[in-house]
């Protein structure tokens, strides 16, 4: 289980151009109605809180709360029992990132990333307890790869040609899968579409050869059935873009797992550099 401090960096486990997914929350200097405790940053660290809930208007309890930074670090807390939340996070983890993203997660829920124009030593931010950050629970039919939380960097930590992303975390390297599920008789039977969401900047597909999709591995043969696509374009100014790429997955063989995989193209003597939040698969008839 990931461990969250206000205090201390914790270590992880690991085409629509103007679409700019949740919000761009601004520094304020008033307490607001979050119920969280009055408090002032520390020297160079910034201040955020607030109040979480789900789309019926629940508490989110137990819910992590965090602003990834580096490889595999990030400044974060869980949610209280009235989905409350407040740490500090050191300003200078964010230096020269824009949009900064704030990465929500709870099993069960689709996750969800919030963005800050940039982190401010000394400020405070309040992010709002409204429809726009409620969690959604995850439908029939949906799933989160295993161990996908948080922010997904993918490529060489080269930034030829995406520099305008400002990417937040460090890479996992050029290709990464993650398991989504085993692909019974009866998911075969009643689906024969996936369609993979997710949120994306420093995405380069159009003079890349990135490829996003599924995977079906038979542990019999060790060959996989690969379903993967071009995803375009992000942002070209760097802010993250809503993508979803619909698979035909009717040839999968049933009781082989099928894992979700990223792979960060060629783009002449550079690899694209991407991130990738929220992915979540959804099986269609």
């Known amino acids: 289980m990931i461990q ?3 205090r201390h960096p914790l270590s992880l486990p690991a085409r629509l151009a103007s679409l700019l997914l949740g919000l761009s929350l601004v520094a304020c200097g008033g307490g607001g109605d979050s119920g969280t405790t009055e408090q002032q940053p520390a020297a160079g660290y910034a201040l955020v809180q607030g109040r979480l809930t789900d789309t019926s208007g629940a508490a989110l309890a137990s819910a992590q709360v965090y602003m990834p930074f580096g490889s595999n670090q990030a400044w974060g807390v869980d949610t209280d ?4 939340f407040s740490f500090q996070a050191r300003a200078a983890d964010f230096a020269n990132v824009n949009p900064v993203a704030l990465v929500i997660h ?11 124009a940039g982190i401010q030593a000394g400020a405070r ?9 409620a969690a959604a629970p995850l439908a029939n039919g949906e799933y989160v790869p295993v161990g996908l939380v948080g922010l997904l960097h993918v490529g060489d930590d080269s930034f030829d040609g995406s520099v305008n992303s400002q990417l937040q975390t ?5 290709m990464v899968d993650f398991e989504v599920l085993t692909w019974t008789a009866e998911l075969k039977a009643r689906y024969s579409t996936a369609v993979v969401e997710f949120v994306g900047r420093g995405v380069q597909g159009l003079v890349c ?3 996003m999709g599924l995977a079906a591995f038979s542990p019999a ?26 698979l035909n997955v009717a040839d999968f063989p049933a009781c082989t797992p099928v894992r979700f995989v990223a ?14 939040a929220e992915v979540v698969v959804r099986f269609e008839p």
């Not at 931010?125 to 950050?133: A, H, K």
């Not at 460090?170 to 050029?174: E, I, K, M, N, V």
């Not at 043969?221 to 619909?246: E, H, K, Q, W």
């Open 4 to 6: 969250f401090f206000t």
């Open 81 to 84: 029992a009235q989905g409350n």
């Open 106 to 116: 709870k099993p069960g829920f689709r996750p969800r990333t919030l963005y800050f």
């Open 125 to 133: 931010y309040e992010v709002p307890t409204d429809s726009s950050t």
């Open 170 to 174: 460090g890479s996992r390297g050029r």
């Open 209 to 211: 050869t990135t490829q």
């Open 221 to 246: 043969t060790g060959v996989g059935i690969p379903r993967y696509m071009n995803p375009g374009n992000s942002d070209a100014n760097g802010g993250f873009t809503r993508f979803a790429l619909r």
């Open 263 to 276: 792979i960060a193209g060629q783009c002449a003597s550079d690899l694209d550099d991407l991130e990738l």
